[in-house]
């Protein structure tokens, strides 16, 4: 026998590594795992998600990514534990570990951080885009799905999804991010904003709807922090306004087309009725301006926008609180005109004090994060602006709601009704659609 195995040929095997780092799928299959990241080749070619088990310390791939956003951005992630995941079905040997669920795509140029940005924006930060979303499955689909669809494609409205969701974390005091991170996405979206407003393109017009939208409240980090620019409401309607100005610029059957529109829905005004809503104080602001008065010539347009507040008073006195109401107060800022926005720019008293009423109006609105903080520091300066003279008095209202987040106490402050009470919400609920897709005058659009 020794004879035998001495006489018989020797074949090395040949040197090969261990797969000891290798993906689930892979190890339950007993295939080799090239370890790639974030997808190995053979969940890449068979289409699966690829699995790997979280060790310590972290891997040579997370150092990579971290070392990464630095070298790149020279801002850096407060380090942190990645949160165990909920077990999936598996192996049992693998059924209680920490896992990582690695993405199946990677835009090019992001990192892991993006795509952690990314996923917080999916499930949390999506519905402060619109008032309605978690109470409608197709505004919920829309703002989870296409819209990623179109940031996934245009790099600008991706920079603005991402320095909105890095704004909210900062907002609520989540140290993952850092606000000169938010601050360089959010310069990023509005500088590609801009270029793809230049440049016009149609195939970037989808995306160009959602970031007007997105635009709103990247905005609003203006009111924020120490170099927050007082009186900033006054220039925001500009912002508001761009709504409709990329709607004319896509051009309207483009967004009645689009499985967007739902995202531009708004409540019809009739703006012959909405007067008789409105205080009396606010209309006497307007018709006792005679003639000497510099605002004398905008009487027309002071009274125009009032028409468009009474629509908020309308709603609150005979709907109550509710979607509805929350719809007409995040949207009536779009209904803003070119001549009140020049009145608002020109820091006219009038103007603000109208403004200020509105901002009222907001301390209803909890559920956008980046709406519900901004009226008491707004109507305070406001209040600086007008002044001790004789308009002063008009600032009765908006001075009288600093402090106050009830919302009822809030309603009686406007309605200047001590004892309302919200109306009796009638048998028949309120279904979706809540608006409709409705011009500038109010009046829905003719298909």
Known sequence: MEGNDASRPYHPKRPHRKSRAGCISCKTRKVKCDEARPTCRNCTLRREKCVYVNKSPPSKAASLASAELIHHTGLAFRSHDTPASTPSPGPADVSNANLIYEPMY??????????????????????????????????????????????????????????????????????????????????????????????????????????SIVVCGLSSAEFRGPDAKPLFVLDWLTVWRGIGLIIQLTQLRSVADSSLVVLFYRPQIDLDETPIHLPSNLLFMISSIRAEDPDY????????????????????????????????????????TVEFIELARQRRSRAAIIIAHYLVFVKLIKKIWWMSDISDSEIRNISGLVGLGPLSEFMRVPKAALGVEDDVELARILLQNPTWEPPRQSDKAITWPLGDFVDQDGKPVEE
């Open 106 to 211: 990677m835009p090019a140029g992001r990192n892991i951080n993006d795509m952690k940005l990314l996923w917080h924006f999916t499930t949390t930060t999506h519905s402060s885009l619109n008032s309605w979303t978690g109470a409608e499955p197709r505004v919920t689909n829309v703002l989870r799905h296409q819209l990623l669809e179109h940031a996934l494609d245009n790099p600008f409205l991706l920079d603005g999804v991402l320095g909105l969701t890095a704004m909210q974390m900062n907002f609520v005091g989540q140290s993952d991010v850092s606000p000169s991170l938010a601050a360089l996405y959010r310069a990023r979206a509005m500088c590609g904003y801009r270029a793809a407003i230049e440049a016009a393109d149609p195939a970037t017009f989808p995306a160009l709807l959602v970031s």
């Open 297 to 336: 010539p905008h009487v027309k347009s002071y009274y125009t926008f009032l028409k468009y507040l009474g629509g908020l008073y309308r709603g609150l006195a005979t709907e109550g609180f509710g979607p509805l109401l929350n719809l007409r107060i995040t949207t009536f800022l779009s209904f803003s």
